[in-house]
């Protein structure tokens, strides 16, 4: 026990020895949830449009204002014709055109049905899609408004939608990224520090010293990690404490479940970069491998940002062998819905297991080195 | 121009003796690519919804069926408890819950607005805005069909979308140019970033110190391997997204040569100030994620829109190289951008890629005294 502590103070002052490091990893969390938390918006607001008013009514220039008075829009251009507005789309300075044709004031006046044009730049699909949604809504929207006064008619019959948003009513999408910054910045710090640290001594043929010490293995293993794993836990308290506090994120459920579960993902993170560092001989490698194989992918396919429910079947499978896929689904699970473990276990579960496995892989891995 | 060879040739030999680091740089973005092109996408469809039809009528079961049938939604589960829609939300086995009240056939059947209450679950905003939007069309269509003639008003107003470049608004035409950026950006980065810290922590340094070249040659000598390698993998993945994606080529070859070379050059620079100014290559590796990675999936434009940050952080995104590559090649592969309109970007790119590279050899000049 006292060597154990020997080593992991000796850890703690090569960290400390190196005071930018210790900065980064304070100021990494920080950094990343100012980011995901300002930038990470899938919200649509302020699209720039252009709009080709061929009528240059009273009428066309209301249904311009509306546009422009709506939060979703801004209406950077007018033009005449319908053929000035491909410059616009073509650099990218407009994402959406309104053509208005000739005459359109004289079908509302008239109440005869006119047709508004909405050119919309599909190169971004999914702002596209949205701004489409807006646009179309809001016509419609002021269309009733036309009809209800020209005609004094109550709205007519059909189905009065009643829709209703659980868990996030604002439909911020900060609410569903911030909790996933956790699990992020946590396999970041963790598993990539850790991994480095080991293979460093390797490196610097430090390792072999601490190789013929009395130290047992699972005392050197564990003092290695141990420190990393303070990190980890560390840097859970300060980003919850600034999605809590700062962004406002509601933290629904329990937060001793929240800290347990953390402290089991931090245990995966560190097996990961115990792994990583068996299969590599420099720090290089040890970035490439932790880069390319480890990190990109748990990016992309955990569900952290892209729906795992809209990838296809064959890459679906894949996905399970993500231990940030369990976690986000606990994380975001005990923030916005307020869950505890009789209905998150499955993910705890899949953790552990996942956990185990690839310590035991580490572990076997190093012994087969050592031997 | 001789130093620099040299250095160049040194570089090389070192990048052979690692075989798998150079397999890394030139295949491993190629897998990304197919990978990531193929498992990503914004597209929602088979959203599993939950129904709670308390009517049972066939007006009911007409408006369940034109969810079915929208092609966006699919069938989870029936349930015949509040409590049931709410369980399976929390569990994420419905996405969205169908509530159909008792006595809907009979209010629809006379003509009054018959309500219809949709549970979205909103924890993904971005799904959930996009669900919303197609409950809602689906419900205005039914209800249209619902009403008796008499209580049917006329359309007054009406929009007709027409989608450019993208006509089937297929995420993956957008989503791939952005993997390209962002595939090109860590293969740069990660190639450069710990070249320079790696002799500083195993003391080599002093050699670099001691070689009788001037510190731009021996920059320029460090970076043309690798920005040799980070070219053929961007060739290959902008190739395989041509095969493999569909993704068009509307535009000018050499214009796309030319805006890929000024950003690797860019993405290669920053590699290069990390690791100038960094102790330890566990210090260049973080710095690596923070300012390089993270800005490119965030800050680029890749995934989130510029315009709906806030102001500041619009500011902040003007130091992202990623941001006016992404115009660009989005400019060239999918609209057919003329050089002309894309001076603009391609002048940002060279700003940064010859700012990014002064500093870093103002820095190493530092170094070496």
Redesign the interface.
Known sequence: MQRLRFLVRKEFQELRR?P??FG??V??PI??LT??G???????????MVVADGDRSAASRELIARFDASPYFSVVRTVTTTREIE?F????SAWLALSIPVDYGGH?GS?R??????????????????A??Y???L??G??EE??AS??D?P???????????????Q???R??MIPGVLALVLL??TA??AA??IV?EK??GTLEQLNVTPLRRWELITGKLLPYGVIGMVDVVLVVGVAVFWFEIPLRGSFVLLLAMSLLYVLCTLALGLFISTVSD????A???????F???M???SGF???I????AV?QPLTYLIPLRYFL?IV??IF??G?GLE?LWPQAAALAAWGIVVLSLAVARSRKRAA | MRGALAVCRKELRQIAR?Q??LF??VF?PAF?LL??G?????????V?LAVEDRDGTPESRA?VSAFVDAGYFDLAAAVYAPRDAERL????EA?AALVIPEGFARE?RS????????????????????V??Y??SI??T???Q???AA?????????????????????T??LVPGLIAYIAM?TAV?ST??SIV?EK??GTMEQVRMAPIGTPSFIIGKTIPYFLIALASSALIVGASMTLFGLPMRGNWLTLLLALSLFLAGALATGLLISTA??????A??????IS???T???S?F???I????PA?QVVTWFVPARYFL?AL??IV??G?ELS??LPQLGALSLYAAAVLGLASLRLAKDRG
């Open positions: 190196n930018r490091l980064l990893v100021v990494a950094l990343q980011l995901l300002y930038a990470a918006t899938t919200d649509v607001r302020d699209v720039p410059p789309l073509e650099s990218g509302v109440r049905p006119a047709v508004v044009q909405v050119i919309a730049d599909g190169s971004d699909a999914n702002a596209t899609t949205v489409l949604g646009a179309s809504s016509v419609a002021y269309a036309l009809a020209a005609a008619m709205a007519g019959g059909g189905i009065d939608a009643r829709i209703r948003i659980w868990f996030n009513p439909l911020e999408s609410h569903f970041v710090v990539n520090l480095m640290a460093r490196e610097l420099t720090q290089q490698q970035m490439m491998t932790a880069t390319f194989f990190l990109t992918p990016v992309y396919l940002i892209f729906p429910e809209n990838m296809p890459i689904v975001r699970g916005l819905k869950i209905l | 690692d798998r680091t890394i740089l491993v990304f990978l990531f193929y498992a990503l996408n914004f597209d929602i469809r088979h599993r408006v939300l929390d569990l994420n996405r629809v003509g009054r607005r018959a309500p219809v209450q949709v549970i979205i679950g909103g924890d993904n905003a971005n799904t959930a805005t996009t919303l939007g409950a809602g419900l205005r039914v209800g249209a619902l009403a008796p209580a049917q008003a006329p359309p007054g107003l009406s929009v007709e979308p027409r989608i450019w470049y993208n006509p089937e608004l297929r995420s035409l957008f860590i990660a970033a710990l790696r922590e195993m960094s102790e330890t290559q566990q210090v590796f973080q710095l690596a994620l923070l990675f993270l800005p999936i965030m800050l434009g995934i989130f829109p315009s709906s940050m806030p952080l115009v989005r400019g999918l609209k951008t309109h894309i």
